[in-house]
C-alpha cells in the first residue's frame, strides 16, 4: 500500500491545529481516546480517507453517517479488528497497537457489534462468563467457571445500570432483541472498559425500548466512561450526543453538536450534495398500461413482520425508485418477488403474461446474482426462462447458450475472456454489466433491480443507469431499490420510500434529500 | 484437460517418493516392492483382468458420491447403500430360474438401483424437509445396513441347508456375462463405464445436472433463482443411492452369486477417495478407481514376492490422498464446507421451504 505522505501530512498539520486551538477544562487527559489521519482501503473502495476522531471522558459521541460511509470500519480501526493502512490511535496520548483486538482490550477499549455475538443456545451467564465475568482468577485457566459468581456480579452491575436480568438459564434463543443488546453490553462493560463502542445498537429496539437504552447510556457517561455511539438516526444522536462526528463516503465532513446543527442539516451533512437530475429522465406516458401489480402484499419470519401490507402498481415506461435505509425490508420484497420466498399473503403478477417476465437482479451479486465458480454462459442460463429457452428435451444446448452470452458480452462492452471464462475472473463492474445483461436478455416487461450500482465506479454506474433508462424508454418499467438517494433522485420518474416494510408514496416537495431523509428515518408527522 | 491431470500425477509422483522413504526405512527394496506391485496388478492377462474387476465397485460407488458431492450433498454412505442394493439383488436373484437372462439381469439391476435409492433417499428426505446433516444420518445407515445384511443372511434370506449364514445362490439367469473365462471380466465394468460416460453428461450437459451443480456451488444463488432445492436434495441422494445400489447387485450377480455378511470390504468409503482424487469428475473417477483397484490386486503379489504387508498398500492409498488433499484447494474447501455449513444450510432450507 503506498503510503500518501503528502495527505498525511496536510491532514496531521490540520490535526494539530485544531488541538491547540480547544482549551481542555480536564487538563491532560480530556482527549482522551484519539484516532488520527485514519487511512484504510479495501480492494478498490477507500472506506477511511484520513479520518480523525476523538471521545473524550463524560461525553457521549455520535458517529453518524450512511451506510458505506466507514462508521464500521473505523470502530474495527479503535477496537483492533481491522488494521489501518495508515494513520494512529492513541488512548491517554500514548499510542495502541494497531490491528490487535486483544491490546484494545487490555487498554480499555470494549465494543458492542453490530450483529449480535452472543451464542443462541448457551444460557446468559455462560455468555457472560466467555466475556470479563468469568476471567478475574488469573486468565483463562483451566478453573472452574463458578456461574453463580457470575450471575451474582451480572446482577450487581445490572441493578446498578437500572435493568432486570432474566433467570438464570435462560436461554439467549428465547431472549428479546432488546434483553440481547442489553445482555452485548453488560458482557462489554464486564472488561471494566473505559471506551465504550457501540456500533447502531438501537436499530432493532422498539421506542420504548429506545428510551430506557439511552437512560442507560447516560448513566454510563456519568460514570466517566466514554461511550461512542455509532447510528445513522438522526433523532437519537441528537437527543442523547455531546458531539456528534459525521462521515460521508469515508471522509470526515463534520464536527459538530446537536446545539449547533438540527436534523435537516444533520442529513444534508450525511447525505453530501445531490447533483440536480440531469433531464435524461424518462417521460411519464400520458396513458401507462399497467405492467406490474403488487397488492396486499406481506412476509412474515418467526413472528416478526417484515413486509407489511405492500401494494404497488407499476406502468409501462416508469423507473419507481425505493429510498429507504437498509434492513427496512428491501432484501425481502426482492426475494419475494424473484420467487426465492413465498410471501405470507398478498399477490403480485406481472400483467398479460406468467411469472416469467420479471427479471430479478439482487443486491448481493456475488452471493445471490451470480456462481463465481462457474463459467460466464452458465451463470446466463440460472435465470429460468433462458434455461428454458437453451434447454432441449431435458439437455443443454450449450452452442447456444455460449452464443447468447458471447452476443451480450459484445453488446453491453463486458471485458471477460469469453463465455467460458468463470464469473470470478470478472471485475465488480463487469460483473454488475453482466447482471444487468442477463436481465435484459431475458426479454422482460419488468425488471427489479436492488442496490445495482452499489460499489461501482462513475462509468460502470452511469452505464447501468443508461440501459435502465433505455428499457424503460422503450416500454419496459424498473422498480429500482436503492439505499442511494443520489441514484433514485437522478433516474427515478416516481419515488417511493420504504420503512419498516411499508411503502410510502411520496410528493413532489419531497423530492429533496433533507425531505427523503427525514422520510427514511420514518418521521412521517413532519 | 492436461492441466487438470497435472494435480494428481504429481501428487501419485510425490506419494511414490514417500513410499519409497518408508520402503528403505524399512529395509525393503523400493524398485522390488513396486515391480512387484505392478506386476500384481498389470503383470499378466489374468492380473490386469482382475484389477478391472476389483476397480468396478469403485466406479459404481465413486460415482455415486461424485453426484451427491457436486450437489454438497455429504453422502458418506455409499457403502450401506450398496449393501441394500446387494440384499435387493441377492433377495430376488434366486427367484428368476427360466427368466430370459436379459430380462433376469435388468430385474436384479433394477431392485438393486431400487434397493440404494430410497436407502438414500431417506438421508435426502431428512435433510430437506429436517434439516438433518446427511453426513450423520448416512454414515449411522451404514451400520444399520450392515446388521439387516447380517440379519437377512441369518434369517429370512438363509440358504436351504441352513449350513453357513449366506443367502441361496442367484439363478444362472440372473448371472452377469462373463468374458472370455478363466478371467472374471464381466459385463459390470463395461456398465460402469457407460453409467460414467452418463453421469458425466447428465452433470455436465443436462439441465438437472446444470440445478444440481449450481446447487452444489451456491445454494443462495440456486434458491434465488428458483432452482428446487429441497426436492432436488431427495433426487439426488436417490441418484446417489441407486448408483452405489447398483453397484451392490453387480457385485452379487458377477462375482458372489449369493449374499453372506462383510459382502463390502469398505468400497464406499474407498470411493470417497477415489472420487477426491478424480475432483467429482465422472470420467476421472473410471482412472481413480482403476488406479486403486491396481493397488488391491496388486498387494497380494507384493506380500508373496518381497515380503511386505499388503496393509502397505492402505499406507500407499492414504499418502495419495492427504497429498492430492494437501495440493488441491478446492477440495480443501469442499472439506471445510461439510463443517461450516450449517447456517447457509438453514437460510436455504428456509427459502425452499417458505
Known amino acids: ?526 | 484437460m492436461l492441466a487438470r491431470l497435472a494435480k494428481p500425477a504429481g501428487a501419485i509422483a510425490l506419494a511414490i517418493a514417500l513410499i519409497a522413504l518408508v520402503l528403505l526405512a524399512l529395509g525393503a527394496s523400493p524398485a522390488g516392492v513396486f515391480i512387484a506391485l505392478w506386476q500384481g496388478a498389470f503383470g499378466n492377462w489374468i492380473a490386469f483382468t482382475d484389477s478391472l474387476v476389483k476397480a468396478t465397485p469403485l466406479v459404481f460407488t465413486g460415482l455415486a458420491i461424485s453426484v451427491a458431492f457436486s450437489a454438497a450433498l455429504w453422502n458418506i454412505g455409499a457403502d450401506g447403500q450398496l449393501v441394500i442394493g446387494a440384499i435387493a439383488a441377492g433377495a430376488v436373484g434366486p427367484f428368476l430360474g427360466g427368466w430370459p437372462r436379459p430380462l433376469a439381469l435388468t430385474i436384479v439391476l433394477i431392485a438393486g438401483a431400487i434397493g440404494g435409492a430410497w436407502w438414500s433417499a431417506i438421508c435426502g428426505w431428512l435433510r430437506a424437509r429436517r434439516d438433518t446433516n446427511e453426513v450423520i444420518s448416512t454414515i449411522m445407515l451404514n451400520f444399520v445396513a450392515v446388521q439387516i445384511l447380517s440379519c437377512t443372511v441369518h434369517g429370512p434370506l438363509m440358504e436351504a441347508s441352513h449350513a453357513y449364514p449366506q443367502s441361496m445362490r442367484i439363478a444362472p439367469s440372473a448371472e452377469m456375462y462373463m468374458f472370455m473365462p478363466p478371467t472374471r471380466l464381466n459385463l459390470g465394468m463395461i456398465l460402469a463405464l457407460v453409467l460414467a460416460i452418463a453421469m458425466y453428461l447428465f452433470l455436465f450437459r443436462g439441465e438437472v445436472g446444470f440445478q444440481l451443480r449450481a446447487m452444489g456451488i451456491n445454494r443462495r444463488a440456486a434458491n434465488f433463482f428458483r432452482i428446487p432445492i429441497a426436492s432436488l436434495t431427495i433426487w439426488t441422494m436417490a441418484l446417489s443411492g441407486a448408483l452405489a445400489g447398483i453397484g451392490g447387485a453387480v457385485q452379487v450377480s458377477a462375482i458372489n452369486h449369493r449374499l453372506y455378511e462383510k459382502i463390502s470390504p469398505g468400497w464406499g468409503f474407498e470411493a470417497i477417495a477415489v472420487a477426491l482424487v478424480a475432483r467429482l469428475n465422472p470420467l476421472g473417477i473410471v482412472v481413480a478407481a482403476i488406479f486403486f483397484g491396481a493397488l488391491d490386486n496388486g498387494s497380494q503379489a507384493m506380500q508373496r514376492a518381497e515380503g511386505v504387508s499388503p496393509v502397505l498398500v492402505q499406507v500407499i492409498q492414504a499418502v495419495v490422498i492427504l497429498i492430492l488433499l494437501a495440493f488441491d484447494t478446492s477440495a480443501w474447501g469442499n472439506i471445510r464446507e461439510v463443517f461450516s455449513r450449517a447456517p447457509v444450510a438453514a437460510t436455504s432450507i428456509e427459502g425452499a421451504d417458505a
Not at chain 1, 365 to 381: K, Q, Y
Not at chain 1, 418 to 425: F, I, K
Open chain 1, 1 to 526: 500500500m503506498a503510503f500518501d505522505q503528502v495527505a498525511f501530512g496536510r491532514c496531521c498539520g490540520r490535526y494539530t491545529k485544531t488541538l491547540k486551538q480547544e482549551f481542555s477544562p480536564y487538563g491532560k487527559l480530556a482527549r482522551l481516546l484519539e484516532a488520527k489521519c485514519i487511512t484504510r482501503r479495501f480492494g478498490r473502495t477507500l472506506a477511511l480517507d484520513g479520518v480523525n476522531f476523538s471521545a473524550r471522558v463524560g461525553e457521549i459521541q455520535a458517529l453518524l453517517g450512511e451506510n458505506g460511509a466507514g462508521k464500521t470500519t473505523l470502530m474495527k480501526v479503535l477496537t483492533g479488528g481491522v488494521r489501518p493502512d495508515a494513520g494512529a490511535v492513541e488512548l491517554d496520548g500514548s499510542p495502541l497497537p494497531l490491528g490487535s483486538p486483544d491490546a484494545a482490550l487490555r487498554a480499555g477499549i470494549a465494543a458492542v457489534h453490530q450483529s449480535p455475538m452472543l451464542f443462541e443456545r448457551f444460557s446468559w451467564e455462560e455468555n457472560l462468563a466467555l466475556g470479563g465475568f468469568g476471567r478475574d482468577g488469573g486468565g483463562f485457566g483451566l478453573q472452574q467457571i463458578d456461574l453463580h459468581a457470575v450471575v451474582a456480579k451480572a446482577r450487581a452491575l445490572a441493578h446498578h445500570l437500572g435493568f432486570e436480568l432474566p433467570p438464570p438459564g435462560a436461554i439467549i434463543a428465547d431472549r428479546s432483541v432488546a434483553e440481547r443488546v442489553r445482555l452485548e453490553v453488560l458482557r462489554a462493560l464486564s472488561f471494566d472498559p473505559r471506551v465504550l463502542i457501540l456500533d447502531e445498537p438501537t436499530g432493532v429496539l422498539a421506542p420504548n425500548e429506545l428510551t430506557a437504552f439511552l437512560d442507560l447510556l447516560r448513566r454510563l457517561r456519568g460514570e466517566g466512561r466514554m461511550v461512542v455511539l455509532i447510528t445513522h438516526k438522526l433523532a437519537e444522536a441528537r437527543a442523547v450526543a455531546d458531539r456528534i462526528t459525521v462521515l460521508r463516503g469515508g471522509r470526515l465532513v463534520a464536527e459538530t453538536t446537536p446545539a449547533e446543527s438540527d436534523e435537516s442539516e444533520l442529513a444534508r451533512l450525511m447525505i453530501g450534495k445531490v447533483t440536480i437530475p440531469p433531464e435524461q429522465q424518462v417521460a411519464p406516458l400520458a396513458n401507462p398500461a399497467t405492467l406490474l401489480e403488487i397488492e396486499n402484499l406481506t412476509y412474515r419470519s418467526a413472528g416478526v413482520t417484515i413486509l407489511d401490507g405492500i401494494s404497488l402498481r407499476l406502468g409501462a415506461g416508469e423507473i419507481a425508485g425505493v429510498a429507504g435505509v437498509d434492513g427496512n425490508g428491501q432484501a425481502e420484497l426482492v426475494e419475494v418477488l424473484a420467487g426465492a420466498r413465498k410471501a405470507t399473503s398478498g399477490w403480485f403478477g406481472v400483467r398479460g403474461s406468467d411469472g416469467s417476465s420479471m427479471a430479478v437482479i439482487p443486491q448481493d451479486r456475488d452471493l445471490d446474482g451470480l456462481i463465481l465458480e462457474m463459467a460466464l454462459w452458465e451463470n446466463f442460463l440460472l435465470p429460468q426462462p433462458l434455461r428454458e429457452r437453451m434447454t432441449r428435451r431435458g439437455w443443454l444446448d450449450v452452442a447456444r447458450a455460449m452464443e447468447l452470452c458471447r452476443a451480450a458480452l459484445g453488446a453491453f462492452r463486458i471485458r471477460a475472456a469469453g463465455p467460458e471464462a468463470l464469473a470470478s475472473s470478472l471485475s465488480g463492474g463487469n460483473r454488475q454489466r453482466l447482471e444487468v445483461a442477463r436481465a435484459l436478455t431475458q426479454n422482460p416487461r419488468v425488471i427489479v433491480a436492488h442496490n445495482v450500482t452499489r460499489g461501482l465506479d462513475l462509468v460502470a454506474t452511469a452505464d447501468v443507469h443508461r440501459t435502465l433508462l433505455e428499457f424503460a424508454a422503450d416500454g419496459g418499467a424498473v422498480l429500482l431499490i436503492s439505499s442511494d438517494l443520489d441514484e433514485l433522485l437522478a433516474i427515478a420518474s416516481r419515488l417511493l420510500v420504504i420503512s419498516r416494510g411499508k411503502i410510502h408514496p411520496t410528493e413532489p416537495e419531497d423530492r429533496s434529500p433533507e425531505r427523503l431523509g427525514l422520510l427514511m428515518a420514518g418521521r412521517w408527522s413532519e
